[in-house]
């Protein structure tokens, strides 16, 4: 009779840690889940620095060819006035 309640105390000890490692399991899922959204915001955010990085050139390309063509249209308007 003692062997069989130490049998269903053993069982109920190992339902309990499959139970915890269950718990354990989904919360390595989660975490994991978690770090893959960090992850795609990390990379989207880069994308976006790229992007206004991107933008910034542009714009300082427009910029110089804006100044560029200023300074020609300058050039012409004096060369017609002498």
């Known amino acids: ?44 955010m880069h994308k976006e620095e790229v992007a206004v990085l991107l933008q910034s050139e542009e714009m300082q390309r427009q910029e110089s060819v804006d100044l560029e063509v200023q300074e020609q249209q300058q050039v012409l308007m004096d060369q017609q006035q002498h």
């Not at 309640?5 to 989660?30: C, S, T």
Request: charge should be negative; proline fraction near 0%.
């Open 1 to 44: 009779m003692v062997a069989l309640e130490e049998h269903l105390v053993l069982l109920e000890q190992a339902v309990l840690q499959e139970q915890v490692d269950q718990v354990i399991l989904h919360q390595q899922l989660h975490l994991k889940v978690i770090m893959q959204e960090q992850l795609v915001i990390i990379q989207l």
